[in-house]
Structures are given as C-alpha cells and as structure tokens.
C-alpha cells in the first residue's frame, strides 16, 4: 500500500469554526489532491498540489484553501465551515499527473452540525 | 459542470456474467482515461487504465474500451464474481494536472 495517511479520520465540528484535515505521504511523490465524496456527485477535486508551495483549485474549491509547505504534507482548511461541507474527504498522490495512477488515502469524515 | 458522466448509478449482475460499466466524457483534450474501485470506508483502489492512443487495454478479468469519437469509455468484468461488488469510478486527465473523476456506479453481483 502507498504511504499516505489521513488525519484525523472522523471530526465533528460545529458551523462556523475552522478546520484542518493533514494528508501525510511517504512516498516522495510530487502531485497531491483533495476530493471529496457525496452521494450523486462522486469524486470532486477540490484542490490539487504539483509541487513544494504549488497548488491550483480544482472543480469546487469555494470555501477551502490549501497549503504544501513540505513535500509530504498536504494540508486543506475550511475557514469557517458549513454544513454543506459535511462530506467524506479523500487524499490522493500521484508521481506524475498525466497517465499515472493516484493512490489514495482513507478518507477523513466530517460532520459539520 | 460534470466533464465526466456515470449515467447508470448502479448496476446488478448475476455472477459468472459479464458486467459492463459505462462512462462518457465532455473534454477533448483528456487523453488518459482510468477506473478505480471503492469498497464501504475504504479509499478508492486503481483498477484499469488506457491512454487515449489504444482503443482497449485488458488485464485478467478486466478490459476497458475507448471510443474517443463517441467520447465513451467502458470496464468489462468477465466473469463477475462477488467480490467485485463495490462502487467503479471512471476518471480523466490531460492536458492539465487534473484528475477529474465520475460520480460512480455501484456494481452488485449476486450468486
């Protein structure tokens, strides 16, 4: 299995309050993403990293922001979270972006109440 | 708006059978397609993957097929077992660092 952790793998938070989920990979991989996973909507990139401080927003970006300070964390924050951000969120790593799988983490779920 | 579509949200197929998983895509400038699996709390697993210059790729039980003129790609299980139950995602990228994924259709095999 790649070495890519998620933390923390439940939270429960309330309206309004920032958060912060860690993807943590050992593999030395460059390419580092965010998902996330709703029922009807399958797979949505939220942000993606190609590099040390390089990162792009993906297809729903509003409302998080990221940050790669270290090549193998990959941080993403909801500022001040909603309860449509209540989802289950998936870390994923590639080496490479085109033509190369991703790998991904177990998924962090959180509730916002 | 959905670059890549799963239209059939789940599917139920008799083991032994073959399944067929359907995904089309709206972006010409994709030109690698993959398929991942996902079990309950688990993250999504590498299946299959074709590059834009085949029109098929097969590995064991699992072929995927390109159509790029009809923009359509498609995963056959032969033959189905039990254990292939769980959720497939068709996914894209190309010309960007963007791996864009569909919304899934769960796949049921029943003895």
């Known amino acids: 299995d790649a070495g890519i952790t998620q933390s923390p793998r439940h939270k429960v938070t309330e309206t309004g309050t920032p958060v912060t989920l860690r993807c943590h990979q050992t593999?030395?991989?460059?390419?580092m993403y965010w998902y996330r996973q709703d029922p009807g909507h399958g797979l949505r990139l939220i942000h993606y990293s190609y590099g040390v401080k390089d990162t792009d927003k993906g297809e729903v970006s509003d409302g998080y922001s990221v940050s790669r300070s270290k090549t193998e964390d990959f941080l993403l924050t909801l500022e001040s979270a909603t309860s449509s951000q209540t989802s289950v969120y998936f870390c994923?790593?590639?080496?490479?972006?085109?033509?190369?799988?991703?790998?991904f983490g177990q998924g962090t779920r959180l509730t916002v109440v | 708006d959905q670059q890549v579509k799963q239209n059939s949200p789940s599917l139920s197929v008799q083991e032994g059978r073959i399944s067929i998983l359907n995904c089309d895509y709206t972006n010409s400038m994709f030109d690698y397609f993959l398929w991942y699996k996902k079990y309950p709390a688990e993250g999504p697993t590498f299946l299959i993957s074709i590059s834009s210059i085949k029109d098929k790729n097969e590995d064991g039980r699992f072929t995927v097929f390109l159509n790029k003129s009809a923009k359509h790609l498609s995963l056959h299980i032969v033959p189905s077992q039990p254990g292939d139950s769980a959720v497939y995602f068709c996914?894209?990228?190309?010309?960007?660092?963007?791996?864009?994924f569909g919304t899934g259709t769960r796949l049921q095999v029943f003895p």
């Open positions: 996914a894209a990228s190309g010309h960007t660092d963007k791996l864009i």
């Open positions: 994923a790593i590639s080496e490479g972006s085109v033509g190369t799988e991703a790998f």
């Open positions: 593999e030395n991989h460059r390419y």
